[in-house]
């Protein structure tokens, strides 16, 4: 009875550290996914491009539908180009929505540009060398007021 109680105990510890540690290792890979996200955002609005060279991976491509309806692509490498150091802007980045499991996650966010757009951005991610890169963007966008229409 005693070896039983001793076994059920052990066992009961085992599975609470195993717990603790995949808890404690969602929150750091949550934790770590919102900071790649947080590098593209910032990154874009305060023009440090490096940022999102950190956050996105070389071969990354970026996907939208145009107006006449055709799949626009676009090179990861020839947006990053197109952020200048220095050159802040409008832009008001927020994270929607994180979901992951063990090493792939997506991501929403939105992007105002007050008085013009909201992009809505779609990622995924992968965690692969022990840091988390956006491999994909799908975005779309919509018009938005501006004050003065109001």
Known sequence: MRKSIFILILLSLLISINIFSQDEKSSSDFTQIEATLMDYIEGTANGQPERLQKAFHPDFNLYSVNQNDSLRIWKGQDYIAGIKVGQKNSRIGRIISIDFEKDVATAKAEIL??????????????????????????YTSRSVESKKEK
């Open 113 to 138: 540009i007050p008085g013009w757009r909201a992009f809505i951005d779609y990622f995924l991610l992968v965690k692969y060398q022990g840091a988390w890169k956006i491999i994909h963007k799908s």
